[in-house]
């Protein structure tokens, strides 16, 4: 008794793949024990390999399991234009691609769907450092630079994102 939702993959998803000018993207489905969580992981693959059918010619797709991925993210990050993983895979690759960058607090998140978008910092509220003043607010404000692209004000959203760049390189926060 699947979850009638769990075969579902938001067939916006190529488009939005196509709209940000990519033409890759990479599905982590598998566990690296094999059988573990298979109903979920095999029915990502299955609806996103039947999604990508009608993106042939226009969005390549391919897919990995996911220690391999974990591995080439770490090696040759630059390769991988967009990640669709199951919400597990999704929490630890994020986590793992964050140390790459320096940290969750530099981590933007965006969450898409076909009528909502959610946009914010991947390390949540963090309740344990709340109202000491120490926590970094670079990551929300990337997931709002995000959001701007998101909503067509993609020249607010560069300009956000160069006062981040500038600020974190010339200033040497």
């Excluded at 939005?16 to 029915?43: E, L, V």
């Excluded at 990502?44 to 391919?62: H, I, K, P, S």
């Excluded at 910092?121 to 120490?134: C, L």
């Amino acid at each position: 008794n699947r979850n009638e939702h769990a075969g579902r993959l938001p067939p916006h998803c190529p488009l939005r793949i196509r709209i940000r000018g990519r033409t890759w993207a990479q599905k982590d489905h598998r566990s690296p024990q094999g059988k573990c969580a298979q109903g979920t992981h095999g029915t990502l693959l299955e609806t996103a390999r039947e999604v990508a059918r009608d993106y042939e010619g226009r969005v390549a797709v391919d897919d990995r399991i996911v220690d391999a991925c974990a591995m080439q993210l770490v090696l040759n990050p630059w390769q991988f234009d967009m990640l669709l993983c199951t919400n597990l895979f999704g929490d630890i690759l994020s986590d793992q691609l964050a140390g790459l960058v320096g940290g969750l607090g530099l981590a933007p998140g965006a969450n898409i769907g076909a009528d909502a978008a959610l946009f914010e910092a991947v390390h949540g509220s963090a309740p344990d450092i709340a109202g000491r003043g120490i926590a970094n607010p670079i990551s929300q404000m990337l997931a709002a630079g995000l959001m701007l692209e998101h909503v067509g004000y993609g020249e607010l959203a560069q300009r956000l994102n160069l006062a981040i760049r500038q600020t974190l390189n010339e200033d040497n926060v």
